[in-house]
């Protein structure tokens, strides 16, 4: 261990002392961004970049289970990526299948997958299914992994559940269009369920969205942090506690 190290590993043991876990956020989305640029930097490919981001995942859940996070949504793939070419995308599922895989024998985890199934190869889904059947009956974190996921995609898909389950039901559109309210379409999202994140983190020092739990985070905190997804450090996550600890929170009151 290294001095730089050592500072950090004390500077964390210290953060986290005064962390006040009542005031820790149930639910924390994560956007995992930067992976090809920290590739880029230590001057590795866009593969390994990958490799490392989803290494890092396991890691990042121990964190949260430390400090009594309930649900944890990862955004892996989003529905904008199936743009980028074959030879990317190709071994980009597959580090997510062995990812998701290794999340269910772990069996710390709940898997839950959020997302559009119909646009993931056949063998991407039967992983996705088969982690989230296997895990059910586990007590520990909820882990969303989204997987083909748009914010945009999913209030669509919700908008269409609703008014397909209407349908079944022999509902006329006038008495469809009567009904439908805020807590009506949270019935039939991704996360139907679950509480909304308390807290956002996206890494790599983008600040936006890109369209990530669109609906579910209108009253969420938002933590930008500048280092890549590969390079998160405890002391990092630790740090974006303290500051949504330290916000008053007021949903529009």
């Known amino acids: 261990m290294n001095l730089r190290d050592l500072v950090y590993g004390l500077y964390a043991r210290r953060v986290e002392g005064r962390l006040d876990h009542d005031q820790v956020p149930k639910h924390i989305g994560v956007i995992l961004d930067g992976n090809r640029r920290w590739a880029k930097a230590s001057g590795g490919t866009t593969e390994q970049g990958h490799q490392a981001g989803a290494y890092k995942i396991e890691e990042f859940l121990g964190w949260c289970a430390e400090t009594d996070v309930e649900v944890v949504t990862l955004w892996m793939l989003s529905t904008d990526n199936f743009d980028r070419p074959e030879r990317e995308l190709i071994p980009l599922l597959g580090i997510i299948e062995d990812t998701v895989r290794s999340l269910a024998t772990d069996g710390r ?18 992983v996705l299914k088969e982690a ?14 989204a997987v083909g996921y748009g914010g945009r995609q999913e209030i669509a898909d919700a908008v269409r559940s609703l008014i397909l389950d209407h349908a079944d039901k ?26 909304d994140p308390d807290l956002v ?22 933590y930008f942090c500048e280092v890549f997804w590969p390079a998160f450090r405890k002391v990092d996550f630790l740090r974006a506690l303290r500051d949504y600890a330290a916000r008053h929170r007021r949903y529009g009151g």
């Not at 983190?201 to 938002?222: D, K, N, P, V």
């Open 170 to 195: 022999g509902t006329s559109l006038e008495d469809v269009a009567e009904s439908v309210d805020v807590d009506l379409i949270s019935k039939h999202l991704y996360t139907r369920g679950q509480p």
């Open 201 to 222: 983190i996206r890494t790599s020092g983008e600040q936006r969205l890109s369209g990530f739990m669109l609906w579910q985070s209108a009253h969420s905190e938002y």
């Open 109 to 126: 985890w709940r898997v839950h997958h959020v997302g559009t199934m119909d646009l993931l190869p056949d063998r991407t889904q039967a």
């Open 132 to 145: 989230e059947q296997a895990t059910h009956a586990n007590k520990g974190i909820l882990v969303n992994v």
